[in-house]
């Protein structure tokens, strides 16, 4: 796989995202860990939008992040121009939101799926792309709003 992927987890999210390093190597996923280094409290802002700028200026093709729920590094992730981070829980959300809606960062939620669940979501995330057509409208709808804010 040729992507190249910004990764990084809040305290809650460190030991789901150690766990998910081998499932991207597996997956022959060339990724960089942004952090956190462990599962000390930190502010998940600060991970996610780390992430956010890399994957909107070009430096990485997509983003992982992990925390609790998933919500709130979507949340974060969701506020630099040029991303659209996604919350998924089970590997058909995953797929739709690259099919459907172009995301271009998927947030785990640490809390509510198991280690096999991560890596099906991982696998469907990557093997999925953005199918355009009636889609391409839609997304282009999001760009737009983004760009009059």
Known sequence: ??????????HAGFEEKEKLKSALTELGVDFVDMGTTSSQSV???DFAL???HAVANGEFDQ???VCGSGTGM????????????AVAWSPDIARLAREH???NVLSLPARFIGDDQAKEILKAWFAADFEGGRH???VEKIVEAENEG
């Open 43 to 45: 502010d998940y802002p």
């Open 1 to 10: 796989m040729s992507k190249r992927i910004a990764l990084a987890a809040d």
């Open 136 to 138: 391409e409208r839609r």
């Open 74 to 85: 979507a949340i974060a992730a969701n506020k630099v121009h040029g991303v659209r981070a």
């Open 50 to 52: 780390k992430v956010g």
């Open 63 to 65: 983003g992982v992040l």
């Open 101 to 103: 809606n172009n995301a």
